[in-house]
C-alpha cells in the first residue's frame, strides 16, 4: 500500500510525514526536492491478538509506504512556478492514495481562502494534471495512434468533459473492468484523497472552519483526518509509557496519526485477512469483494494457480474459541470454493497443488 504525502507550500507537509513515520528526515519544498520514503504498520489489534494465541516467531503486519511529495503551487521565493514539476506529479501517479496536507495552524491561511480553499486547490491541480494527460492522448489519436481497446475514443470524449466541467474522474464510477483498462494513465482524480488537517492546539479550529473543509472534502467525496502535527512530533521524543499522559493533558483520547492511518485505510476500501504459516503470522490487504482465489494470488501466483480449497475461520469465532483446533471442534472452520468472497478479519489456509 502505498501513500503520497503532498501539500502547499508551508502546510507542514513535512512535519506530518515525521509524525507518521518517526522519522527525522524529509523532502524539502520546492523544485529541488525530493521525494522521501516511509515505512509504518497498520496498527491492528487483532493481530495482537492472534500473536498471542500462535505464538509464532515471525510476525508481518501489513505495512504502509509513505512517500513525501512536494504539493502543488510556488515555494517560497519561486512565484514563476505555478504547478508540480512533472518528477513529483509521476510519483503521485503510482499511488494507491494521496494525503493532501492543509495548513490549519497559520492564522495567514485564512487570507488564501482557509482550510475549504486548500482543499479545492489541490483537487484543480489533479485536475489540471489528468487534463494533460487526456489533452496528450486526444493528439495522439488525432495523429492516427490506435485505440489501446475498444472504444477508447469514446471513452476519452466522456473523461474530458468530466475534467473540463471541474469534477474527478471518481464521480464516474467506473466499473472494475474500465479501471483496468484505464490502469496504465495512472489518472490522479481516480486515486481516494484523505485531506490532512494540520492543526495547533493553541489555535482551535472554529466552527465553521470545520464545517466548511468537511462540506468541500464530502462534495470532493474525500475524507478529512484532523492531524496536530507539531505536537505529534513532540510525542515521539517521549517514552511509550508517558505518551497517553502526553495525550490526555493535551485534552486528546489517543494520538492522530493512527486515526490518519484508519482514515486511509478506510480510503482505499481495503480489508485484512490473515495466514499462519509454519513459523510466521501474517496480515494481507485486499480490496473488499474479492474471491479467494484472488486472495490466495495475492500470498503467491503458485496459490491462485493451483488453487484447491480454502480453509476459513472468521476472527471473530476464532477470538471468541481461542484457537485453530477449539474452532474445528465447534465446527467453526469451513472449507471455500475459490468464489467464496473474503470477509475483513478471515484467517485463511489455503490448499493448492502445481
Known amino acids: 500500500m502505498h501513500v503520497g504525502l503532498a501539500g502547499m507550500p508551508g502546510s507542514g507537509k513535512s512535519t506530518v510525514f ?82 493532501a496536507v492543509t495548513n490549519g495552524f497559520d492564522e495567514g491561511a485564512a487570507s488564501r481562502g482557509g482550510l475549504a480553499g486548500q482543499i479545492r486547490t489541490f483537487r484543480q491541480e489533479l485536475i489540471l494534471q489528468d487534463l494533460d494527460v487526456v489533452e496528450k492522448k486526444h493528439q495522439r489519436l488525432a495523429k492516427g495512434e490506435k485505440e489501446g481497446f475498444h472504444g477508447e475514443k469514446e471513452l476519452f470524449v466522456k473523461i474530458r468533459e468530466t475534467l473540463e466541467a471541474e469534477e474527478a474522474l471518481r ?18 482524480t481516480l486515486k481516494p484523497v484523505v485531506h490532512v488537517l494540520n492543526l495547533s492546539e493553541s489555535r482551535p479550529l472554529s466552527p465553521d472552519e470545520d464545517r466548511g473543509a468537511r462540506e468541500e472534502a464530502a462534495r470532493q467525496g474525500a475524507a478529512v483526518a484532523p492531524l496536530f502535527g507539531r505536537l505529534e512530533l513532540d510525542l515521539l521524543e517521549l517514552p511509550e509509557a508517558d505518551r497517553k499522559d502526553f495525550l490526555r493533558d493535551a485534552g486528546l483520547e489517543e494520538s492522530g496519526v493512527g486515526a490518519l492511518v484508519r482514515t486511509i485505510y478506510d480510503a482505499l476500501g481495503l480489508i485484512v485477512f490473515y495466514t499462519a504459516v509454519g513459523e510466521e503470522l501474517r496480515a494481507w490487504g485486499i480490496p473488499g469483494g474479492l474471491p479467494v482465489l484472488r486472495a490466495a494470488g495475492k500470498i503467491h501466483t503458485d496459490m ?24 474445528r471442534r465447534e465446527a467453526k472452520q469451513r472449507q471455500e470454493g475459490k468464489g467464496y468472497i473474503v470477509k475483513d478479519g478471515d484467517i485463511l489456509s489455503i490448499k493448492f497443488n502445481v
Open 18 to 99: 515525521r509524525a507518521v513515520t518517526g522519522l527525522q528526515a524529509a523532502a524539502e519544498s520546492g523544485p529541488k526536492g525530493k521525494p522521501f520514503p516511509g515505512v509504518i504498520d497498520l496498527p491492528d489489534p487483532r493481530l495482537e491478538k492472534l500473536r498471542a494465541a500462535y505464538k509464532p516467531k515471525k510476525v508481518t503486519p501489513l505495512k504502509i509506504h509513505v512517500l513525501d511529495i512536494p504539493g502543488p503551487g510556488p515555494a517560497p521565493g519561486d512565484e514563476a512556478r505555478k504547478s508540480l514539476p512533472p518528477r513529483f506529479v509521476a510519483d503521485m501517479r503510482t499511488m494507491d492514495v494521496l494525503c
Open 171 to 188: 464521480a464516474l464510477h467506473f466499473p472494475d473492468d474500465t479501471l483496468r483498462l484505464l490502469g496504465s494513465y495512472a489518472f490522479l
Open 304 to 327: 491462485e494457480k493451483g488453487f484447491i480449497k480454502a480453509d476459513v475461520i472468521g476472527f471473530e469465532d476464532f477470538d471468541r474459541l481461542g484457537s485453530e483446533a477449539a474452532c
